[in-house]
């Protein structure tokens, strides 16, 4: 079954991105790649790696929450090794499954390693959905399409209420409280409202995720500003969010497919040729890939491969 979703995965994304390519020369696509320079493809894989430190920061935040501690150095190496695997993998969600292996192992209990990385991914999702809302004002300037609207604010809204509501959530009916699952649940929204409730660790969680989400915007920025499209900062940071709140979408590989659509529909509402936003979109996915590759090493040097548990001294200390 799992093989068989991974295969489904492929031939989506596969398929995807041929219904893009076949809307527009290919050849144009390939012209668009050669503008970039190799000084500009260095700077945005440095920006996406450097981002692996703010995602590192937004973790601690969260793991502290849970009464928990891990230094940050091995924080910052689960994380690439997460980001790696998130690149590899047919969803983020293996990512973070590899993310709950490695954090075990690096000492902290089961339920804290996965209650903070699913925490953390909420975290990232929210802010997400909170940049993308800021923006709505101006961006609802270059969208003029009604129908594409009102679907952005239903899903802007539908996400902020659910994630306020699974929050709000201190019992459930008794019958639904004999599952283990719920009391995972209830343990999760109790460790969100402890990271919510708390301003400083509000401030950790939300300001590196809009930070790093930014970043990628300015990713996107650099890589079409070489390849001479007529895009500002502005309009990066105004549709580049909604593009990967698209993407997240667990269908395909590594958002593949999914993104190159959703990027040229996105930046053709400003008139940017159909081949360079693909191009841009193909080039932003290449980058995140090979910023990731660093996870591969560590993945393989760090002995969270290998079968036999081992125990790192110093790297984590568990208070809860």
Not at 15 to 38: E, T, Y
Not at 254 to 267: D, Y
Request: contains cysteine.
């Amino acid at each position: 079954m799992k093989l068989f979703k991974l295969l489904v995965k492929i031939a989506i994304s596969g398929a995807l991105i041929a219904i893009v390519l076949h809307a527009f020369d290919v050849r144009g696509v390939v012209a668009q790649f050669s503008k970039v320079d190799a000084a500009t493809l260095l700077g945005v894989t440095a920006i996406a790696l450097s981002i692996s430190l703010l995602h590192t920061v937004r973790w601690i935040a969260v793991i502290e929450a849970a009464s928990a501690r891990l230094k940050f150095g091995t924080a910052l190496q689960v994380v690439l090794i997460g980001h790696f695997f998130n690149q590899a993998l047919p969803s983020s969600v293996g990512g973070d499954a590899v993310r709950i292996w490695c954090a075990r192992r690096a000492g902290l209990g089961l339920g804290t390693a996965a209650h903070t990385v699913i925490m953390d991914r909420m975290l990232s999702l929210f802010s997400l959905l909170l940049l993308s809302a800021a923006g709505l004002p101006w961006l609802f300037q270059i969208v003029v399409d009604p129908v594409a609207r009102w679907a952005l604010a239903i899903v802007l809204l539908a996400g902020s209420a659910g994630f306020c509501g699974f929050l709000a959530v201190t019992g459930l009916p008794q019958f639904i409280t004999d599952l283990r699952a719920a009391h995972a649940l209830l343990d999760l929204a109790a460790l969100g409202r402890k990271v919510v409730c708390s301003l400083r660790r509000l401030v950790m969680t939300i300001v590196p995720s809009i930070l790093s989400f930014s970043a990628f915007a300015v990713i996107v920025f650099f890589l079409a500003n070489s390849m001479h499209l007529d895009i500002t900062v502005l309009d990066c940071v105004l549709l580049v969010p909604p593009v990967i709140l698209i993407s997240v979408l667990p269908v395909s590989i590594a958002g593949w497919g999914v993104r190159e659509g959703a990027m040229v529909v996105a930046f053709g509402y400003i008139n940017v040729p159909a081949d360079g936003a693909f191009a841009v979109s193909v080039l932003f996915g290449l980058t995140l890939a090979a910023a990731s590759l660093p996870g591969s090493l560590l993945w393989w040097l760090s002995g969270y491969s290998l079968d036999r548990v081992k125990t790192k001294p110093g790297g984590m200390e568990n208070s809860g």
